[in-house]
Each structure stands twice: as structure tokens, then as C-alpha cells.
T-cell receptor, first 114, second 113 residues
Framework: EAGVVQSPRYKIIEKKQPVAFWCNPISGHNTLYWYRQNLGQGPELLIRYENEEAVDDSQLPKDRFSAERLKGVDSTLKIQPAELGDSAVYLC????????????FGEGSRLTVL | DAKTTQPNSMESNEEEPVHLPCNHS???????IHWYRQLPSQGPEYVIH???SNVNNRMASLAIAEDRKSSTLILHRATLRDAAVYYC??????????????FGKGTHLIIQP
């Protein structure tokens, strides 16, 4: 069974440019998360989806970040415009049970903003 | 979510057991103790979890104190591939807590050959 797939693995952009990250969760997992991980820190939750609905986006910087999960499967996280402080690893995770299920993480997308 | 306290780093020798401690003095009755680890350049992966009783699986063992205010992740025979950051996380499964996982900084485990 395929795990959580993310792309791109690495992205280097100049500040003020837009960037998008894509995530394909494990088949059948209704709950999808986006996390951001700064260097030397643990991952921090940005947004959680239940099917296609964003049910917890309180930590998502809404002035420049947006996310969508059309049809309740794949998800895209966008930053526009990117700032230097957005350099981080963006992780996608999915689970079959948001209360008790194991979270499966992708390998992450490492963003460097110059 | 209740918070956990872990040492920033630990060092061990290959093929020896490793005991990773975690303090969670404010744990509630509905909090499960989860451990995840993150290998270099990888996303976190599940290791083990428990509520009150000690737990064993193919990766590790989890020893939970009787008062549940602390726990220890045990790697019985560490290999170089076990070098990773280990996160101890409390997860409220009652439906009243935040969903997902709240990560701290974890313990950076270094394995010496």
C-alpha cells in the first residue's frame, strides 16, 4: 500500500514568489493534516481536513496561506507571496480515525525562500 | 493538550538498550501516551502508544508509571538506523481535545557505532 505522497520534495524560490505543495493521502483516509516544521523544532499543525471540509485552520496564516482539498482526496497548500520566514519543511499526514488512529506522514516538502 | 517534557538529546551505543524518558505530570485520564520518531529527512512515524499498561511491539516497548505521570520508551537493541528524534505526545481521545498530534522538540537520539 502506498504511503502519503508529497511533491515537490524540495523547492527554492525568491521572496514574494508563489509556491504550492501537493499531497496525496493514503486511500480511504478521510482526515488530512498539513504541518509546518521549522529547523530544530517539532512539527506544528497548520490545518486539518475532514473529507473536503477544513475543520481546524486556526493556525493557518490566512493572509498569505491557503489550502484546498477538492473531492476530499488530494490536497494543495499554497503560499502567496512567500516570505523569508516561510522557509521550513511542510508535512502532510493522514489518518483513518482522527481520535485514535495512527497518523501517517509524507516525507515532506522542504521550502527555501531566498 | 497536556504537555510533555523530554531530554533534548541522549547518546547510546549500538546494540545496547536505550531508555528514553518522558514526563507528563498533568496527564488526564483520557490521554493516551504516543511515541513517534523522525528519521533524518523523513516525516515522523508512529512507534507505539499506550494508556495504562506496558506495551510491546516489534519496534519498541513502552513502560508507563503506575501514576501515569511519566513513561519510558525502550529500544531493546539499538542500531544505527534508530538514530532519530523521538517525540512523546499525549493524545486526548475523548473527543474534547485538539485533533492530530501536538509535537514538542523531542529527544535527539544519537547512536555510536
Amino acid at each position: 500500500e502506498a504511503g502519503v505522497v508529497q511533491s515537490p520534495r524540495y523547492k527554492i524560490i525568491e521572496k514574494k514568489q508563489p509556491v504550492a505543495f501537493w499531497c496525496n493521502p493514503i486511500s480511504g483516509h478521510n482526515t488530512l493534516y498539513w504541518y509546518r516544521q521549522n529547523l530544530g523544532q517539532g512539527p506544528e499543525l497548520l490545518i486539518r481536513y475532514e473529507n473536503e471540509e477544513a475543520v481546524d485552520d486556526s493556525q493557518l496564516p490566512k493572509d498569505r496561506f491557503s489550502a484546498e482539498r477538492l473531492k476530499g482526496v488530494d490536497s494543495t497548500l499554497k503560499i502567496q507571496p512567500a516570505e523569508l520566514g516561510d522557509s521550513a519543511v511542510y508535512l502532510c499526514a493522514s489518518t483513518s480515525n482522527r481520535h485514535t488512529g495512527e497518523l501517517f506522514f509524507g516525507e515532506g516538502s522542504r521550502l527555501t525562500v531566498l | 493538550d497536556a504537555k510533555t517534557t523530554q531530554p533534548n538529546s541522549m547518546e547510546s551505543n549500538e546494540e545496547e538498550p536505550v531508555h528514553l524518558p518522558c514526563n507528563h505530570s498533568t496527564i488526564s485520564g483520557t490521554d493516551y501516551i504516543h511515541w513517534y520518531r523522525q528519521l533524518p529527512s523523513q516525516g515522523p512515524e508512529y512507534v507505539i502508544h499506550g494508556l495504562t499498561s506496558n506495551v510491546n511491539n516489534r519496534m519498541a516497548s513502552l513502560a508507563i508509571a503506575e501514576d501515569r505521570k511519566s513513561s519510558t520508551l525502550i529500544l531493546h537493541r539499538a542500531t544505527l538506523r534508530d538514530a532519530a528524534v523521538y517525540y512523546c505526545i499525549l493524545r486526548d481521545t475523548s473527543g474534547g481535545g485538539a485533533d492530530g498530534l501536538t509535537f514538542g522538540k523531542g529527544t535527539h537520539l544519537i547512536i555510536q557505532p
